[in-house]
């Protein structure tokens, strides 16, 4: 296990202080073969050279010319750790904390099976520390909508179990090297939103299962690029949500999916009336 070879990759985009958050919780890992990537969207606060003067020859950065979006900006650290033979691949938001012994646990569960495509983390929410995000993720195609379970939950051991998942979120996954040399890279179609969820069915697809791991743990600022309820954020969910729908969905999915997505709109409705995101 020590001698996995681990490709960290943080995407980032206008959000300096997040990220040396970020890269900073990630070099304690206890891992003792990774390196750490961060990926530049064309940021224009100075992220690049304030990562450069801090952590020096401890990451590597990689800018990109424009701001590809999510997919596209990690995409650029698959295709680096594919061809620099890494074993596993950390895709990693940038504004997260990740707890020391986290890849250690991801790597432990992935390592377990051969048909595990990616393992992702239970995470929680920054602030209260406590309170869950992601506990692993269900998609039912008859609703439509995507559900993180857990979600605002406290954490009282009620998604404490090893188990696969309908996908994982891509603001934490650790992909084995094989599974992303078959089933390819995320889909950059979507630009930001559901291609997380597109890559898992994929594999899922393919043969292969995506697993939550709960004693792997992180912490998240959710929403710190996009905005929590930003109009943005919501125009781009449901657009790539409805593409997501048109290619994994099938004809009789149709029959429900407008019910689905009505609950879906009264939900973020009521939870922008309620202040609850």
Request: negative net charge; charged residues 20%.
């Amino acid at each position: 296990m020590t001698s996995e070879r681990v490709l960290v990759i943080i995407l980032t985009w206008n959000a300096r202080a997040e990220t040396e958050s970020c890269v900073e919780s990630v070099l304690q890992l206890d891992h003792d073969s990774f390196d750490t990537l961060v990926i530049d969207n064309d940021s224009q606060d100075g992220t690049t050279e304030a990562l450069q003067q801090r952590f020096g020859d401890r990451i590597l950065l990689q800018g990109n010319s424009s701001n590809l979006l999510f997919a596209g900006g990690m995409n650029v650290g698959l295709a680096y750790a594919l061809s620099h033979d890494y074993d596993s691949v950390l895709m990693l938001n940038n504004d997260v904390l990740v707890d020391p012994g986290m890849l250690r646990e991801l790597l432990a569960v992935l390592r377990s099976a051969n048909d595990i495509a990616a393992v992702g983390p239970k995470i929680f929410y920054v602030e209260p520390a406590d309170t869950l995000w992601f506990a692993g993720a269900e998609m039912n195609l008859w609703k439509g909508w995507p559900r993180h379970r857990g979600l605002r939950q406290k954490d009282t051991g009620a998604f404490d179990r090893t188990e696969a998942v309908d996908y994982l979120t891509g603001a934490a996954i650790l992909f084995r090297r094989e599974a992303l040399e078959q089933v390819g890279q995320l889909d950059v179609a979507y630009g930001m939103y559901a291609e997380d969820a597109d890559w898992c069915f994929r594999a899922r697809q393919a043969g292969f299962r995506v697993v939550y791991a709960p004693k792997a743990r992180m912490w998240h600022h959710v929403s710190a690029a996009a905005g929590a309820a930003s109009s943005f954020k919501i125009k781009m969910r449901t657009r790539s949500q409805f593409r997501f729908l048109r290619k994994h969905a099938s004809w009789y999915h149709w029959l429900t999916i407008p019910f689905g997505t009505l609950a879906e709109f009264a939900r973020v409705g009521w939870g922008l009336l309620s202040n609850r995101f």
